[in-house]
């Protein structure tokens, strides 16, 4: 499997499409993907979903670690457990 590496970068932009708050302090990450997830956020880009990479990489983010709380995941963790010893009914 191919990577491609895309990097998020410090901007200050003033676009409205800009999605976080504006003087919103950004730190910069590199990450290699796998090359089919790169050419889906490139055609959601290149198809006007998104401005550009940033955005989609930022929103994706921000999305995962909002729904993935500590203790929501022990929860999950916590009811797995339970159907398991359950026997899985």
Known sequence: MVKKSVATQVTRNTSK???RPIGQRQKTIHAHIAEEVYE???RL???GWFP????IINDALRRFVDTHTPELMEKHILDDVKWGLRGGR
């Open 40 to 42: 889906k956020i490139e």
């Open 17 to 19: 499409k800009r999605r």
């Open 45 to 47: 880009v290149n198809e």
């Open 52 to 55: 550009n990479r940033e955005e």
